[in-house]
């Protein structure tokens, strides 16, 4: 090949190149402004709000929905994977229907962090009491940390933890 068709060519694919990137848009990320951030901390804090009208409720069927159905979905409850799956806590919730005989559920004010669009923290302390039908009661006191995520359906629980507070000494 002639050195001057090499160099043509060279050119000619370069000059497409250019028209290939410059016709691509060039997409920036929306700014993550304090206002943004504020409608997701109220947006999320209605979602708790629900979430405790829910459990308070007494249909555990209706809590399962606040736990995000996703492959990440994981629960600690004291330093232990307590449920590793969304599929794990939905058993969990489907066993103790019909097992609870009273249950009241309580929330301190949340800190509620925005990470990024869809994207936000919790940090609540919590109480919870449960009595189940053979007469066992459970009294929980602790913190709740929540990572929450925004889908089609609305705000879910991705991931959460719940440490309990040891007893006064």
Do not use: K
Request: aromatic share 8%.
């Amino acid at each position: 090949m002639h050195p001057s068709t090499a160099a043509a060519r060279s050119v000619g694919l370069l000059a497409a190149f250019a028209v290939a990137v410059s016709a691509c848009e060039i997409r920036q990320a929306t700014p993550f402004t304090s206002s943004h951030r504020a409608a997701i901390a109220d947006s999320v804090l209605v979602v708790l709000n629900q979430y405790a009208d829910a459990v308070n409720g007494g249909n555990l069927q209706d809590i399962l929905a606040f736990y995000a159905d996703d492959p990440n979905f994981h629960w600690v409850e004291n330093g232990s994977v307590a449920y590793p799956s969304h599929e794990t806590v939905a058993t969990a919730i489907a066993n103790l229907q019909g097992a609870v005989r009273d249950q009241h559920f309580e929330m301190g004010v949340p800190r509620i962090v925005p990470l990024a669009p869809g994207v936000a923290t919790v940090s609540v302390t919590v109480h919870q009491y449960v009595a189940d039908t053979t007469g066992a009661e459970t009294d929980v006191d602790g913190m709740l940390t929540l990572t929450v995520v925004h889908r089609a359906s609305g705000w879910r629980f991705v991931s959460g933890h719940l440490s309990q507070r040891s007893p006064a000494q």
